[in-house]
């Protein structure tokens, strides 16, 4: 074993290492979040690995935000009623999937949050608004875990 190594004097961390460090935290306060309430903890318990902990599996959920595999806009016709699905994975689990339809000029014709399907990935928002013109449509669907990371797709139906 060698000594601990020590920053000269005057040498400050550079602005990557102060950004680590500040995420490193917030990591850790979810983290204890999940331990002080009894119901999350159990759920992260329930999906450890040997050798981890709650705590660290909270803490590398935290890093991790949720990944979007496919939209399926084959369903949606522009009629009320029409469907449209999105496949999300989280290493931990998604808490909501919200969609958003626009015009091709950005207009806003609906949004509204998307329901998990059975199969548990996949997500299914059922259109409430008529839109006549559906070739240039921009669907967005926005994903978040429950760190409250959020990651967001985009497609434009031609």
């Known amino acids: ?55 660290n599996r909270a803490i590398a959920d935290f890093f991790k935000p949720p990944v979007f595999e496919e939209i399926d806009s084959s369903g ?11 496949s999300v994975m989280d290493d931990f689990q998604v808490a909501s999937v ?4 626009e015009k091709g000029d950005g207009t806003l014709i609906e949004e509204g949050d998307a329901s998990l399907l059975p199969d548990g990935s996949s997500w299914m928002y059922v259109s409430s608004v008529q839109n006549s013109t559906v070739t240039g449509t921009t669907i967005i669907f ?6 409250g990371h959020s990651s967001t797709q985009t497609k434009t139906i031609s």
């Open 76 to 86: 949606y016709n522009g009629q009320i009623g029409s469907t449209l699905i999105v």
């Open 98 to 101: 919200m969609a958003r339809i």
């Open 1 to 55: 074993m060698g000594k601990r190594p020590r920053r000269k004097n005057g040498t400050d961390r550079s602005a990557a290492q102060k950004r680590v460090i500040a995420t490193f935290k917030k990591a850790v306060l979810y983290a204890n979040s999940v331990m002080a309430d009894t119901v999350r903890r159990a759920a992260y318990q329930f999906h450890i690995k040997p050798g981890q902990s709650a705590f």
């Open 142 to 147: 926005t994903a978040k875990d429950l760190p």
